[in-house]
């Protein structure tokens, strides 16, 4: 019995690997691929486009040298659909409602570019654009803020941990499972900025899922809103950045579903302690050493997992932007500069809009974010050349200097540490000074 409830499993788990699955998703949400049609391999010989995509990616610490057509499997399909040649390299006509578009978001880090394909429907398109856009640092850079300086600190700086915990896991799955991408052709490579990393779970799908259902955790009883419309909220929320990563052609239905999952086994775990760890940070002394011990321990060992790729700038960014607002939260409370509302003003109302409330809002939110971006440009180039001097690495290619672990590991932590803590600590005293709380 156990037996077969095993190899029912894995028969499953294989299925919904299948790269195809993708493909036809795709293919329905009118995307279509531009590759060329090759002959199918002779009788006996395996192609990467059948195999349920449990693959090892080949070329480790770097881009393949086919990776502009993510990860070079032939196929005498187009989309994994046989037949259909639109808009292919042969000249075939586009329909007119058809739009020709490269890959989002070029890496520039490893030069992959993608191939172009074709757009069949826009909305679904920009759609699942902002869907994949919600698990971006550009989002996490405009989302925490605000949380933080317009609506509620508390539930801001938590989320800051439960965001940085989940990216930190997820990453470090990935360089321990060492599955590759899906295979393409058949799928198209809507976005490629991820493409060098292991896709094993989607850690998308994956902060797409800790995000918003932490939020609602810890805003439900705390704020005045009905349980239905939170959850239906989060829920949302989640389902359109999972699906959004089948879209762009970046993960498999298995490692959506798999993130999904991870995500609530990792915030089941999070959620129970977050009170007593957000106490520590606040109130203990020895906080500080225990934050940046931890945290960088943790860096180091995700580090050492494999060659580079850009999973381990983005785990070594969370950890420092978990870093940086810890540390802040523990100045601000220590110098009286956090100043949570008490427990008996719960549960809190939403203020009444009015045009004060709305300018005053926005002052705070362009002139912090605006701070911590230019914090940001300013470490980056003050971090990287120091990084390569003290290392004696040549400070003339960025590209090659960022994939020693030595730069990328220090870079990473100490410029988004101090984002983080510009995030918690600065821009509220900006602020104060004028007299914008």
């Known amino acids: 019995m156990a037996t077969d409830f095993v190899k029912t499993f894995v028969q499953m788990c294989n299925y919904l690997q299948d790269p195809c699955h993708v493909a036809r998703f795709q293919y329905i ?13 002779p009788d006996g010989g395996d192609s990467e486009t059948n195999c349920p995509g449990l693959r090892k990616r080949v070329h480790q610490g ?35 409602d058809t739009t020709r578009a490269k890959p989002l978001r070029r890496n520039s880090l490893t030069g992959d570019v993608g191939q172009e394909f074709l757009i069949q429907n826009k909305f679904l398109f920009y759609l699942f654009t902002f869907g994949t856009e919600l698990g971006n640092e550009m989002f996490f850079i405009v989302f925490f803020p605000f949380l933080f300086w317009n609506i509620d600190a508390l539930v ?12 930190f896991v997820g990453q470090s799955t990935k360089d321990m499972v060492r599955w590759s991408r899906p295979a393409s052709p058949p799928v198209v490579k809507v976005e490629v900025f991820y493409n060098s990393e292991y896709s094993m779970p989607s ?7 800790a995000i918003p259902f932490c939020l609602f955790m810890l805003t439900y009883g705390r704020w005045q809103y009905t349980f239905l419309f939170g959850f239906c909220v989060a829920l949302s929320w989640s389902v359109l950045v999972c699906v ?19 995500s609530l086994l990792i915030l089941a775990f999070f959620h129970p302690i977050l009170d007593k760890i957000d106490n520590f940070y606040m109130t203990n002394h020895f906080a500080p050493l225990v934050i940046i011990v931890s945290h960088v321990s943790l860096g180091l060992v995700a580090f050492s997992l494999d060659s580079w790729s850009t999973s381990r700038g983005d785990t070594a960014q969370a950890l420092g932007t978990g870093v940086g607002a810890a540390i802040a939260t523990y100045v ?23 045009t004060n409330l709305v300018a005053l809002s926005l002052l705070r939110f362009l002139i912090g974010v605006a701070v911590i ?18 290392f004696g690495l040549p400070s003339d290619d960025v590209r090659q200097a960022r994939q020693h672990m030595k730069v990328e590991l220090p870079y990473r932590y100490i410029v988004y540490s101090v984002v983080g803590f510009s995030c918690v600590c600065v821009g509220p005293l900006i602020f104060r000074i004028f007299n914008l709380v």
């Not at 949400?29 to 391999?41: D, N, R």
């Not at 971006?373 to 990084?387: E, G």
């Open 62 to 96: 770097g881009p393949s040298p086919d990776a502009g057509v993510g990860n070079g499997a032939a196929a005498p399909r187009v989309n994994g659909l046989p037949g259909d040649v639109t808009g292919g390299p042969g000249g075939a006509p586009v329909e007119p």
């Open 29 to 41: 949400c009118g995307v279509k691929g531009t590759f060329p049609v090759k002959p199918s391999q």
């Open 156 to 167: 801001s700086r938590r989320l800051i941990v439960v965001w940085a915990w989940n990216l």
């Open 244 to 262: 959004s990563r089948v879209y762009m052609g970046m993960h498999s239905i298995l490692e959506v579903i798999t993130g999904f999952l991870y």
């Open 373 to 390: 971006l230019v914090t940001r440009m300013v470490m980056k180039a003050v971090t990287i050349p120091f990084l390569c001097r003290l």
């Open 332 to 354: 601000n409370y220590q110098l009286g500069l956090l100043l949570d509302p008490p427990l008996s003003s719960l549960p809190l109302t939403l203020p009444t809009i009015s």
């Open 203 to 209: 850690t998308h799908a994956m902060t797409g899922t």
